[in-house]
């Protein structure tokens, strides 16, 4: 079947004048392309794609790891619906997508709009500004955070000076997300750096431009460069809500591993970890997984709809 | 043209296929094999985890070289964690089929692990004279009995105590002497904070291990052989007397006890008393700047105070290769004086005549233990452990997290009482 389909779309002139030899050292030389991929071939095939499938399956099973996995159908999915702790667990997830995402990425572009400019230094601050994002993942930036917005530490006292005293924001439920929130913020770099790429594809003729007609700065932004860099901006708002779709680390190291106080910071992959690794529910967390799986692909979904309206392709001008 | 592409393919899929099985194996024998096996010579290798801190795995690994050098023929090779990754590192290895041979165990597992086969029944070992299963200290043995079978073997015992600020105790004039009432304690919490302006526990409902004590000292227990052993008014009456006391100060701040994490709230200064098991108390010292000691646990009649010795053990992979050394190791650990003096207190009461006689605790904090141990047995209270079915464990966390949202005002005690019944549902099933 797929080779019928495929015939058509080699170019038939090349095929029919190509010897035979050179035809036997193009194939020798696809085949050792893929020798050469067999490593990763074989890795994706059973370190991703196998437990992936696994993963579908066992979604359908009542599994502990122990007794081998009974076939349950959607039971799974029907308790994790019921369940308040789930619940909770989107609730908490989509507060942090909704409130970290804008707020990164608007950090990201405005500092990439100061970094743009042509000034002494630039390299520094450029590398400055990135460095976040560097350590960002490890844990010890977790454990850092911890201590920074814990009672009487340097979050709280700097709050005290300005009356405000909420004694430290980890063992706050109302407040604890927020310090995850400027967490993520914090590790601006990557779409920083992204938008920086963006802003020196803007041509700079259709600001002289814009200038000769008596554009200020503030039309000029909103009428040439959000414009321009749409695609780039539509690129970072993508990967960044996925990203923050995906927050585990922070939340688990945070609050001490208990996604806590109160479940206030229990992320939606926080409690699919509890769920398969303490209470051993394997086939409810793989339920979780996939149903994860399907509502970032919805997202996207949604975003790749929407752009239609807001980004702005050159081709698409012409 | 197409039966030669077609023989390519298959000459990459075989290719591919072969590098597959090849890496497949590889996984296979790195996982499997691990360094437990006899080798040319006929040692054999065993390995042995634990949970707990550094200055346990300091001595415990000075109990293995010890163990090392009078059983040339047999190593230990030793895997330590802390307590929470300890549990989710073993559910893995048990359920791939590789558990450590020999691993420090706990009352909430045992009936989850023999219920998954994971368990050796160390009788037979007992009966072959590779394992002694006499001289264990009141009755102690019998906590690593489920249904007739010896799958625990206690290296220690402890039980249930008040660790108490003494500085601050003593400051507020208050006195926590043995038959004291719960209406005493709550008093002397008051009093505490009248006179201190520091609220006096840290958070006594949140805790399983002492909700069931009070359950006993009337008449009841938090578990049965396969269920909770109480109502969901029990629950909510218990958990609406401590969100009243923490609103009024009586019992610290949730919030603040949260971030003095890892610290306890006792040793931090947020209050000034903590239940907890009587060996841990050793922590305080070193965590805090004030003096600690143990007092009894409150009761609800003047005399019963529900305890009962609990204990860490020694449990056995069912499916060890080595299922004579591993029975001789464990025989060591548990009755050689030497392990005894090394070891101390840190888990527990020494459980074996040997080792009790051996060590003679020289600090404060040892001391502190035994004679409260001592107090403890002597006033005749001490009643056999309540059963731990299987599931225990996940219910214990939940108990604590449920007890933390009570704590912190986002559950109604009510609300509280019945997510923790159904959450107990689930773990009992699974």
Known sequence: MTLVKEAPVRPAKKRSAAPAAGRRGRRRENLAGYLFMSPWIAGF?????????????????????????????????????????????????????????????????????LLAQKRRGQALYRAAFYMPSLIGASVSVGFVWRALFSDDAVVDRT??????????????????????????????????????????????????????????????????????????????????????????????VVSDTRCGPADATLVYTCYLYQKGFKEAQMGFASAMAWTLVVAVALVTAVLFWSQKKWVHYEEAAK | MGTSRNVERRTILKAAGATAATLGLAATTTACGGDSGTSADGTVTIRYAWWGGEPRTIAIKKTIALFEKKYPKIKIKPEFTDYEAFWEKFQTQASGGNPPDVFQ???????????????????????????????????????????????GIPVGANTMALVIDQKAFKKAGVEAKFGWTWN??????????????????????????????????????????????????DLTQWWEDGYKRVKSGLVADPKKIEQAKPKSGLSAGLAASEFTWDNFSIRYQGEGDSDYGLAPIPTTDGKNTGQYLGSLMLSAFSGTKHPKEVAQFIDFMVHDPEVGKIM???????????????????????????????????????????????????????????GAEVAQGKTKPADAAKALFSEAKAAFAG
Do not use: C
């Not at chain 1, 308040?84 to 950090?107: C, D, N």
């Not at chain 2, 002694?132 to 009995?145: D, K, P, Y």
């Open chain 2, 344 to 402: 101390g207190y840190d888990r527990g009461i020494l459980a074996t005549t040997e080792q009790y006689d051996a060590f003679k605790p020289t600090d404060p904090n040892n001391k502190g233990v035994a004679a409260y141990e001592d107090e403890v047995a002597k006033a005749g209270v001490l009643g056999k452990i309540t059963p731990h079915p299987s599931g225990a464990d996940v219910v214990e966390a939940a108990f604590l997290r449920i």
């Open chain 2, 184 to 233: 005493d304690y709550f008093a002397a919490l008051q009093t505490i904070q009248d006179k201190l302006k520091i609220a006096g526990d840290t958070g006594y409902f949140a805790i399983m291990y002492l909700y069931d004590l009070y359950l006993r000292q009337n008449g009841k227990a938090f578990f049965t052989d396969s269920a909770l052993g109480f109502t969901e008014a």
């Open chain 2, 105 to 151: 165990n706990a009352v909430g597992f045992l009936r989850k692990y023999d219920k998954r086969g994971v368990l050796m029944d160390l009788k037979a070992q007992a009966d072959a004279g590779n394992l002694n299963l006499e001289n264990f200290r009141n009755g102690v043995l019998a906590n690593g009995q489920v249904d007739g079978k010896q799958i």
């Open chain 1, 45 to 113: 095939l059973l370190l991703t794609a196998g437990p992936m499938i696994a993963s579908l399956y066992y979604a359908f099973t009542s599994y502990n790891l122990f007794t081998p996995p009974k076939w349950v159908g959607l039971d799974n999915f029907t308790t994790m619906f019921q369940d308040p702790r789930w619940q909770k667990s989107v609730e908490v997830t989509l507060k942090y997508v909704v409130v970290a995402t804008p707020l990164k990425l608007l950090l990201a572009l405005g500092v990439a709009l």
């Open chain 1, 159 to 252: 709050q005290k000076v300005f009356g405000v005293d909420v004694g430290g924001w980890i063992g706050n439920p109302d407040y604890v997300l927020y310090s995850l929130v400027a967490l993520s913020i914090w590790q601006f770099g990557a779409p920083m750096v992204i938008f920086l790429a963006g802003l020196k594809q803007v041509p700079q003729e259709l600001y002289e431009a814009a200038e000769m007609d008596g554009a200020g700065p503030l039309r000029r932004f909103w009428n040439i460069t959000l414009p321009m860099i749409s695609p780039v901006l539509f690129f970072n708002v993508l990967l960044e809500s996925i990203h923050a779709f995906q927050v585990f680390g922070s939340a688990y």
